[in-house]
């Protein structure tokens, strides 16, 4: 099959496209035949070594993708050969034509969710879900503040907090983005290239704050949403898409009092698989009926993962990039 290898960390630029063996399952795992996949801002961080983990070299990146199901390994009863589905594997192996992944993280697809959706589910819902559901434990009528708000992480952090009854405030950088964050339901958008985020947040609050705030991006950012945080607000910490990690001025949560909460969606879904299940459950309900759905930015054949990777690394994303084989 043909594939996208990392032979050594560094600039994504260096994949190659090749071809190398037919992966198979082993126990416990499932086959799928790749018809499209998700890029996710981590799959940089992965190929550059700059990820939480990892993987031994030479392997194949991308970490989400959908297709049909080829084999299952002994052990597998929850997906059968041929079904739709979608699967994950943190981070590796799904830039490819075949993808071998855990059964725990392969979930049949409804017939009305489409195979770019079921791809781009995955990271940016689950770790949406997982945020938002179980570490935030956001309450109907609660105001969330979304930083990166038009990318893959905060599209589905608009859509997945309007679900559950929120007033959503988007952060983004342009007004074309803006346009994106309500299309998806945005109440309010702050272009904190041209607006303060402290200031425009708490006159959209009544002087109060945020009740939760989502932030994928870091760096500054974050220490600006320490400053608009309500009283006994929890900020989220999903990621650093800035490149670069804050130093908190801890006098903030003391004053706020407020919680600093990380948000790790796949250690989560590995540490508990029956409650990431229901999670998705949920999910891809949410997007059979319409009430969610990933917006496509970009679509790529999988030869030009590395051009599609550009489009993320330079912010021209608004929502997911998408690969699909031949």
């Known amino acids: 099959m043909r594939a996208q290898v990392v032979h050594e960390f560094g600039d994504y630029r260096n994949l190659s496209y090749e ?55 002994d052990g597998v009863t929850r997906v059968t050969v041929g079904d739709r589905a979608l699967g994950y594997k943190l981070l590796v192996g799904a830039m490819a034509e075949r993808f071998v992944a855990p059964a725990d993280h392969v979930f049949r697809l409804p017939d009305d969710v489409t195979m770019e959706q079921g791809a781009c589910l995955s ?31 905060g599209s589905a952090g608009i859509q997945i907090a309007k679900a559950l009854g929120a007033r959503v405030i988007a952060a983004v950088g342009t007004d074309a983005k803006a346009e994106t964050a309500r299309s998806l339901g945005a109440d309010e958008v702050i272009i904190y290239t041209t607006e303060s985020l402290k200031e425009r947040t708490k006159e ?45 001025p ?19 879904a590995e540490r508990d698989p029956q409650a990431n299940r229901a999670n998705f459950a949920r999910l891809l309900d949410w997007t059979s009926e319409g009430i969610i759905g990933p917006r496509i930015s970009a679509r790529f054949p999988l030869e030009s993962a590395v051009e599609a990777l550009a489009t993320i690394e330079n912010r021209q994303v608004t929502g997911k990039v998408v690969l699909s084989p031949g």
Not at 42 to 60: C, K, N, S, T, W
Not at 137 to 145: N, S
Not at 217 to 239: K, S, Y
């Open 250 to 268: 801890m006098n903030l949560p003391l004053l706020k009092g407020c919680s600093i909460v990380g948000v790790f969606w796949g250690a989560f």
């Open 19 to 73: 071809e190398v063996d037919d992966p198979a399952p082993g126990p416990g795992e499932v086959l799928i035949g790749v018809e499209a996949v998700g890029l996710n801002f981590p799959d940089i961080l992965m190929i550059a070594g700059l990820y939480q983990d990892r993987p031994e070299l030479p392997f194949v990146a991308g970490a989400e993708a959908a297709g049909r199901v080829l084999a299952v390994g």
């Open 204 to 248: 959209l609050t009544g002087g109060r704050g945020a009740d939760v705030i989502y932030d994928p991006v870091g760096g500054d950012t974050f220490l600006e949403c320490l400053r608009c945080i309500n009283w006994e607000g929890r900020i989220l910490v999903a990621g650093f898409t800035s490149g670069r990690i804050p130093k908190a």
């Open 123 to 153: 990271l940016t819902y689950g770790t949406g879900y997982h945020a938002l559901v179980d570490r935030a434990r956001l309450e109907p009528g609660e105001t969330v503040l979304i930083t990166g708000a038009s990318g893959g992480v």
